[in-house]
């Protein structure tokens, strides 16, 4: 079978939490993704430069990353966390309704920054609350969580395409024209199409072509509108709407009174353990201010650190691939066709969401820390043939397609891996999901300049160098797992011989008593 009738059976007890949450990274990646294809439309919306308007790349990454940072703020409690959810995800549906009305870069780099943020405090939140749920079940879970982010990453393009201008405005330079068109000659087979090409050829008198894309924002800001409702359904639901109480019971209550059961019976323990090593889930402010750190062994850290550099590496590669593989393809030696490079971006992302989407039985039948390995491997593998086929435009299209096979599922893997040692304390998510959007930010910014000052096939080795790195702290990770699980075991020997004097002396205290009161 599938799955075995447990995990169907938590799935169908959080289900409208858990759909509520896949549904809200699906606008996020619905947001992550539309800025590539749109990019030379929005230049000619702002009248300014490509320079200029490749900030707004760095707005929305650089704001993402604060909004993950901050994210944890919000899980204290259920309706501050649904409450964010909300807020964040109407955020993204009015800002994609408003771009068309921003005609200076200046004002469309603030609303993508404010879009970075909300999508930032979404991919927090999210995966802090799915982790929270499921706990040691999570790696299922989070797999479908982020195969979301890849099915609203090819929505977005497809949506953008059909309104694209063919044209520009011709400001920009031939080679920023090839940095950035990607997804342009989709969907462009109508006669429609064909006629507009066609009219592009000739000679215009009256300026540039004018654009449609706006009606690709407002299809979009249309799409993900049902995503803020459905968190407010939830909120309504479990009555914590003020003056707005739901008949039904709260989806929650059942959980909470089996939580709270198993809590008496175990005693006030319980809730010591889960306050130490950091206070739980949270942001990583909290977490760094929090006084329970100061007893913690140097591998507690360690992971935290290890994991969010390996994240750091891969999700690089990520953001790095899918900006600049097809610059990469229309350059020397590869020199495709615009039309058929256009393609390899569309590729690596449909790659991420069927590797997401495979890796859900993959995590239920085989441990994250396997997973990782093998992506891992596989990412190496893969990236060291196509230095080696560098010539090849099939293995181009081969290659693309098995790098986001093996990219798409490190990070959920990783998350529930490093949860997993920590025994779901400390601050894991928080620091994975912080060192992923700054890899992301970093490793696009620093590929971008290697590549245009040493060439586009510096283009394979920077992502062989970043794979290889991240391997390497892979194995670090895995040292400090096995002397942190070497500290909790003499942790634990160290308890019991502890305990078991104790429970002699009232074993034997109990006995005098008794044999006190038999002979009175």
């Not at 005609?103 to 995966?127: C, E, K």
Request: charged share 10%; proline share 4%; net charge negative.
């Amino acid at each position: 079978m599938f799955m075995d009738e447990r995990i169907l059976t938590l799935f169908k007890r959080n289900a409208h939490h858990t759909l509520t949450y896949w549904s809200v990274f699906f606008s996020f990646g619905l947001c992550i993704a539309f800025l590539g294809p749109t990019i030379l439309d929005l230049q000619c919306q702002t009248n300014s430069t490509l320079s200029q308007i490749t900030w707004v790349f760095f707005a929305q990454q650089f704001c993402l990353l604060i909004g993950s940072s901050l994210g944890g703020v919000f899980k204290r409690t259920l309706f501050s966390a649904l409450a964010a959810l909300f807020v964040s995800a109407l955020v993204i549906s009015i800002i994609f309704a408003i771009i068309p009305l921003c005609n200076n870069v200046l004002v469309l780099a603030i609303a993508m920054a404010v879009s970075g943020f909300a999508m930032g405090i979404i991919d927090t939140i999210a995966n802090i609350q799915l982790v929270a749920i499921y706990q040691r079940d999570s790696a299922v879970f989070l797999q479908a969580l982020h195969f979301f982010i890849g099915f609203g990453a090819l929505v977005s393009p497809l949506i953008a395409d059909p309104f694209l201008s063919e044209t520009g405005c011709g400001n920009q330079t031939g080679n920023g024209t090839e940095i950035m068109h990607h997804f342009r000659n989709m969907l462009r087979n109508s006669p429609i199409a064909e006629h507009n090409i066609t009219q592009s050829m000739l000679p215009h008198e009256g300026g540039e072509e004018e654009s449609i894309v706006h009606y690709a924002f407002w299809i979009m800001a249309l799409i993900n509108l049902p995503v803020p409702l459905a968190v407010l359904f939830l909120l309504y639901r479990e009555n914590l709407i003020p003056f707005c109480h739901s008949t039904t019971p709260r989806l929650l209550d059942k959980d909470e009174l089996a939580m709270e059961n198993q809590q008496g019976a175990e005693g006030p323990d319980v809730e010591q353990k889960e306050h130490e090593a950091g206070g739980g889930h949270g942001d990583i402010f909290s977490c760094c201010q929090n006084d329970n750190l100061r007893g913690l062994p140097v591998s507690f850290f360690m992971i935290h650190i290890l994991g969010g550099m390996v994240l750091f590496m891969t999700d690089g590669i990520v953001g790095a691939y899918a900006g600049f593989v097809y610059t990469y393809g229309v350059s020397p030696p590869m020199s495709l066709p615009n039309k058929t490079a256009g393609y390899l971006a569309s590729i690596f992302w449909g790659a991420i969401t069927v590797g997401r989407l495979l890796s859900i039985p993959l995590s239920y039948r085989f441990q994250p820390v396997r997973l990782l390995m093998f992506n891992l491997a596989g990412a190496i593998v893969t990236v060291l043939l196509l230095l080696i086929f560098y010539t090849s435009s099939t293995f181009l299209f081969v290659g693309t397609c098995l790098c986001g096979l093996f990219l798409s599922s490190i990070f959920p893997c990783m998350l529930a891996y490093t949860e997993d040692i920590l025994d779901y304390q400390g601050c894991a998510t928080s620091v994975l999901v912080t060192s992923a959007g700054m890899g992301e930010m970093v490793m696009q910014v620093v590929v971008g300049s290697i590549i245009q000052t040493e060439g586009s096939y510096s283009f394979l080795l920077c992502g062989m160098i970043i794979a290889c790195i991240g391997f390497i702290l892979f194995f670090g990770l895995l040292l400090f797992h096995r002397m942190h699980r070497n500290y909790l075991t003499g942790t634990t020997k160290k308890s019991a011989m502890v305990e078991e004097p104790a429970t002699e002396q009232n074993g034997s205290t109990k006995t005098e008593q008794k044999e006190e009161t038999e002979s009175s």
